[in-house]
């Protein structure tokens, strides 16, 4: 994998930043609308840290939003 | 005549009081306006709601239903169902407190798939961490008695014990191992899954639990909203019954009316 580019998993599906991408960049790419909330690598991080958070190769980001449930 | 709690008689939780003893989940509904009247006609404690992945058309159900939310003027439960694991639920929930913004927690972590049975033995390690954490947690559990101390022992303030699996509507099928949790704890409890029947709650409600939790007996009633407000009349009927103390019953036949003076009574 050339390290022109950063592999990640945006809820379990293949996409490519540019190194260096922080988890912002991330929720930029997946397009989510508010209200969610994230996680990398199965651990929370907050919204306020998300321009700070600077992902790695591989890294799993989950974004979830409200759902219905019991 | 209101069909609420008395406000002399609220339920508590962690120290915050409710005017209905009736939690409500979301999901399941033929549509968000027959939710919406379920919650208008039961008027619940607090409305179950959850966190998933946001993909696509997914979007736009999420945001309708964050705008139900709101509409609704409901405290929200979220829930960490779902979760296999005490990370993932310690994740979730911190997820569903920055999404929600609230410290309430249903602690859901599933031990078998099939009958969505709790981890038992993972259970108190996830209920700790979480209160460590600050939240005011609501574990979702067997009714086995030593894992609701255990419960206890590790700081939850009320416990949630299943009537039966979730989904099923079969009542509290261990009636034996209810009564005996309710004897045994003094922690509010909330009965939580496979209730079927507003008989099934009050029955509950009857044995002194404090409120009952429920989602698809309502949802999946051909009338959601009527069946809202049976239930919300039968847990009222049960507490109001355990609160004023049943007789006892007896093996023979006691006449109500009195005896003396019967006419056309002669000794034989």
Redesign the interface.
């Known amino acids: 994998m050339s390290d022109t580019v950063l592999p990640v998993l945006i809820n379990q599906v293949p996409h490519t930043l540019t190194p260096g991408a922080t988890l912002a960049d991330a929720v930029a790419l997946a397009g989510v609308q508010p209200p969610f909330a994230a996680a990398v690598n199965l651990q929370f991080v907050p919204r306020s840290q998300y321009a700070q958070h600077v992902l790695n190769a591989h890294d799993q980001i989950e974004l979830i939003a409200p759902i219905t449930g019991g | 005549m209101t069909t609420h709690t008395p406000h002399a008689d609220p339920l508590t939780l962690y120290g915050e009081t409710f005017h209905s003893r009736l939690l409500l ?5 033929p549509s968000p306006s027959v ?1 919406l009247q379920a919650i208008e006609r039961s008027q619940p404690a607090m409305l ?8 696509g058309s ?2 736009e ?3 309708s ?2 705008n139900l ?1 709101r509409q609704a003027k409901v405290p929200v439960l ?2 960490t ?1 779902g979760c296999h694991s005490v ?2 639920a310690i ?2 929930a ?3 407190r ?3 913004e609230t410290d309430w927690i249903k602690l859901e972590l599933i031990g078998d798939d099939y009958t969505l049975q709790p981890d038992t033995l993972h259970l108190p390690e996830a209920a700790s961490r979480l209160i460590q954490a600050g939240f005011k947690v609501l574990p979702y559990t067997t009714d086995d008695l030593v894992l609701c101390q255990r419960l206890v022992d590790v700081g939850c303030q009320a416990v949630m014990p299943w009537a039966a699996p ?2 099923t509507g079969k009542g509290p099928i261990n009636p034996h191992a209810l009564r005996t949790l309710r004897e045994r704890l003094d922690v509010p409890m909330i009965v939580d ?1 496979g209730l079927g029947l507003p008989s099934h709650a009050c029955q509950v409600m009857e044995w002194g639990y404090d409120a009952v939790l429920l ?2 007996a309502v949802a999946l009633a051909q009338d959601p909203v009527r069946m809202a407000g049976a239930f919300a009349d039968a847990v009222n009927a049960g507490r109001a019954a355990f609160c004023a103390g049943a007789m006892q019953a007896q093996d023979s036949a006691q006449p109500s009316t009195p005896v003396l003076g019967t006419p056309f009574w002669h000794q034989a």
Do not use: C, D, H, K
């Open positions: 989940g979301t999901s399941r509904y939710l179950t709601a959850s966190l998933r992945r946001q993909t997914g979007g159900a999420s945001q239903f964050w939310l979220p829930n169902a990370q993932e994740t979730t911190e997820m569903a920055e999404v929600f979730i989904g899954a989602n698809t």
